[in-house]
C-alpha cells in the first residue's frame, strides 16, 4: 500500500485546472516531462553544491511535472508508446541524479558527521531506487499490475523535498543522512513487497496462459481432425 494514497485524490482535484489549461494550449506531454527532468538535474546541482533547501524545492517541482505529464497524455488523449518509454527513462535518471547530488556534498562539506557511511547509503538509495522501478517494469512486461509498495516515487520526492526545504541539512548533515537512510530502507522494503507480490501472483498468470494455449491447441486440432477425417471419407468413397 502507498504511504501517500490519501493525498492522491486531494492532489489530482488541485492540479485537475492547470491540466486542462496546460492541454487547451497545446501543451505537449513529453515537453513536460523534459521540464521536469531540467528540474530534477538542476536539484541535484544544488544538492551538491551544498543549496538544500533550493535542491528540495526544485525537486518538489519536477515531483509536479512528473504527475502533470500523465495527466495531460491520458486527459488530452495524447498517450503513446513513446510518451510512456521516454517519461519512465527520464524518471529512472531523476532518481539516480538526486541521490548522486546528495552524495557528492556529503563527500566535499565540511564538518559532514559519518562521511563514509552516508555515502555508502547514497549507494543504497540509487540501485534500490532504481529496483523498485525496475521491478514494477518487469512484472508489468510479464502481466501483472505490481504497484504494491510503501515507498514509491512520489513518497521518495515528498519526504526528501518536504524535510530539505523545511530542515536543511541539519547539523553536521546529520537530519539529510537520516532521511536519506530512510528512503533507502523503505525501498528496500518495497523492493521486497514487489518480489513477494510477483512470487504470489506469477502462477495464476502462468496458469491463465496455459489454460489458452490448450485452448488454442485444441481450436487448432480439432479442424484439422475435421479435414482429416473428410479426405477419409472421399477417399473410401460411397
Known sequence: MKLLGALEKPFYATVNPLVER??????????IT???????????????????????ALLLLSG???TLDGQVARGGA????????????????GDGATFIGIGAFLMTAPDVALRTPAVIVCMVAILSSLLVSYARARA???????????????ERI?????????????PQALLLEAI?????????????????????????VDQALRVEENRHAAEVK?????????????AKGP
Request: hydrophobic share 45%.
Open 64 to 66: 509536479v511535472a512528473d
Open 22 to 31: 496546460l492541454i487547451r494550449t497545446g501543451v505537449r506531454p513529453n515537453t
Open 34 to 56: 523534459t521540464v521536469g527532468t531540467g528540474l530534477v538535474l538542476v536539484s541535484a546541482v544544488a544538492y551538491a553544491t551544498g543549496h538544500i533547501r533550493i535542491g528540495g
Open 180 to 204: 536519506v537512510t530512510l528512503l533507502a530502507i523503505a525501498s528496500v522494503i518495497t523492493v521486497v513487497q514487489r518480489f513477494v507480490y510477483v512470487y504470489r501472483h506469477a502462477g495464476r
Open 222 to 234: 480439432h479442424p484439422a481432425e475435421m479435414k482429416h477425417a473428410s479426405l477419409d471419407s472421399l
Open 140 to 154: 508489468e512486461g510479464l502481466g501483472l499490475d505490481c504497484k504494491v509498495g510503501i515507498a514509491q516515487r512520489a
Open 78 to 93: 495524447m498517450v503513446t508508446r513513446f510518451g510512456a518509454f521516454y517519461d519512465s527513462t527520464l524518471d529512472r535518471v
Open 158 to 170: 515528498l519526504g526528501l523535498g518536504v524535510a530539505s526545504v523545511v530542515f536543511g541539512a541539519g
